[in-house]
């Protein structure tokens, strides 16, 4: 099994590219479906038989090494839920396996003993998930940076507005109002030249404003770069 390329998680500071980066990966993998689907009965109900050891044993990586295992599975008689079964472990085996391997040496024996992929990957998410109340307290303390343009500042703001939404689909018009209580100037703008306060019209806003300020920078490096070369043909004695 090959571990996925992905920088061990340490804390909570790099979980969010951690569960995008591992989330791609299983579905590369194409094991990614047993966090959500819920195991067979079969699976749930009774262990394998000590007589079926070898074929429920997780295949190696190779295509033709999977596809012998799997047509050993089919000709084993078993009852068709065990087979059901004998392939969802294998599979929960190779995706428990790949989260195991994308943790720090210290967050490994603090996760290791989680019996499945599915309950290990919701340890980890209980740890470091943000909750509402955590993208809350980021977005009242959000402070911007002077190297941030306009337009990333509304990416940034907007971004924060939809996380700390507490309905699994963000209401973009409650997203639109926290978006111009950060950035009045972007507001005033937009109510100006008749763009409305809709996103749609916040990012026009952004974009024109962004514009006029590119321009006038421009037309005043042009302007200290004419000066700056009339001072040199017309020295002062």
């Not at 024109?208 to 002062?236: F, W, Y």
Request: glycine share 6%; aromatic share 8%; with cysteine.
């Amino acid at each position: 099994m090959a571990k996925l390329a992905i920088k061990p998680l340490d804390s909570a500071d790099g979980y969010l590219r951690w569960n995008e980066s591992v989330l791609l990966g299983l579905n590369t993998a194409g094991v990614a479906h047993v966090l959500s689907d819920d195991p067979p009965p079969a699976l749930a109900l009774a262990p394998a038989p000590p007589a079926t050891t070898a074929l429920i044993r997780q295949p190696r990586s190779s295509g033709r090494a999977r596809k012998k295992w799997y047509l050993g599975l089919q000709s084993s008689r078993l009852p068709p839920p065990l087979i059901l079964a004998s392939l969802q472990r294998a599979t929960d085996t190779v995706c428990r396996g790949h989260i195991l391997g994308t943790l720090s040496d210290r967050l490994l024996p603090v996760y290791v003993r989680h019996a499945t992929a599915r309950v290990l990957w919701q340890a980890v998410a209980r740890t470091y998930e943000p909750d509402y109340y955590s993208w809350e307290l980021m977005f009242e303390e959000l402070e911007f940076g002077d190297d941030e343009t306009l337009r990333e500042r509304v990416a940034h703001v907007e971004a924060l507005a939809i996380a700390k939404s507490r309905f699994p689909e963000p209401c973009y018009e409650s997203v639109a109002y926290y978006v111009c209580t950060k950035l009045p100037e972007v507001a005033k703008d937009a109510i100006t030249e008749g763009y409305g306060t809709s996103m749609a019209g916040l990012w026009r806003s952004a974009l024109e404003m962004e514009r006029i300020c590119n321009d006038n920078d421009l037309q005043a490096s042009r302007g200290t770069t004419m000066a700056r070369q009339d001072k040199v043909q017309h020295p002062v004695c």
